[in-house]
């Protein structure tokens, strides 16, 4: 298995032999780049929008420089190294406070940028040991979705609890269709699925064998030994998952809102969206926030990095979060943006309810993230695949605590 994740040593010594060095070419004064993950059509042209509407309220031309998501931080590097940075980096949070962490960010609080108005929770998303370095425009989590018509003809409600959800896949699972999708593929995919169930358990991972954690992964270990999960989910991306469910071979699914778009597509198909269960009646439902930050690194010219700034506050502010989000079914960052984003998409109001209580997935460890994440992945292989929970998490918590 690759590993996405730079180790921090590398960082270091890129992102501070760049700092050392300074800004390492002439750049056009009246033209500034944003490079981002935004590969994919329609996300590349609402990003153009926006930052044409922003260069002309700053008077600046921006550029956008699209690269795929698991690139941005090896090019990000190597552009530290030759000493020709972008303005602006919109990095993966869980991957902005290793390059936070090597000195690379300016503190978005120098450059004006406010936290006001964003929850706490966002707040941490963008933040690396207190500093607020990345600004969202929008986050996203994960909820389950269900196929309408399959619980209605059951006869089922939708399930709010472990237990029902349990009882309820089991119900579902007919022929060749699973009660229940999920991602338990070793790469960050699973391990965004299973912190709703280990956060909502009361696990966490500064101590992935707690007594928590090893229940949050025996239950999902019951699901496949009841049948209700396919032998396949070990393998599967979340777009997998979708892929599962909109071909009706799953009734219900764990995934996030960037698969709207595509379920809409097929007007057959109801679907309804839930909180994820949780284990006990009562208890928060505590998923991971996902997305990414907009964050301007240092380049050794501070007049460019207050104007980057500039930019990043347009990009991310009220009016920029609302039509994002609009666009793409993902939820504002703004606690105001996030109420009009309510009222215009009703549909995924739960949704929004999950971001407000949901926790970014550094905010414990920071940089040292990408090592549990990694040991993770490996830990849903082994336990889905036969060894027992409490012995492939042992095992995890040691690689998470070596770094190998």
Known sequence: MSKRFT??????????????AGCGQQRDADVYT???????????????????????????????????????????LRMASSKSLPDVVQFDASEMPTFAEAGGLVD???????????????????????????????????????????????GVRVPTTWDQLRETAKQLTRGGRYGLALSAGGAEDGVFQFLPF???????????????????????????????LSKSTVNWTQADVNDQFMAGNAAMMINGPWQVETLNSDESLHWGIAPIPVPRAGDDSVGPLGGAVLTVPHTGDQARERTAGKIVACLSSEEEQLTYALNSWMVPAD???????????????????????????????????SSVSL??????????????SESALKRAQQRATSGN
């Open 335 to 369: 606690a105001r943006a996030a109420a009009a984003w309510r009222e215009r998409v009703p549909e995924l109001d739960s949704l929004a309810d999950q971001v407000a209580v949901a926790r970014s997935r550094t905010a414990q460890l920071g940089a040292g993230w």
């Open 34 to 76: 944003v490079m981002n993950s935004s590969t994919d059509e329609s996300y590349h042209r609402w990003d153009a929008e926006a930052m044409a509407r922003c260069g002309e309220r700053l008077g600046v031309t921006i550029e956008q420089q699209s690269v795929p998501a698991a690139q941005v931080m090896t090019k990000a």
């Open 108 to 154: 978005l609080g120098t450059l004006g940028l406010s936290t006001d108005g964003i929850p706490e929770g966002i707040v941490d998303f963008g933040s690396h040991k207190g500093t607020y370095y990345g600004a969202a425009r929008s986050v996203n989590t994960l909820a389950l979705f269900y196929d309408k018509d399959v619980l209605d003809e059951a």
């Open 7 to 20: 180790s921090l040593a590398t960082a270091s010594v890129l992102v501070a032999g760049a700092a050392l």
């Open 198 to 228: 280990m956060w909502s358990n009361g696990g966490d991972e500064t101590g992935l064998d707690g007594p928590r954690v090893i229940e949050a992964l025996d239950y999902w270990k019951g699901l496949l030994t009841d049948g209700s």
């Open 375 to 388: 040991a993770l992945q490996s830990a849903f292989q082994s336990t889905l695949t036969g060894q027992s």
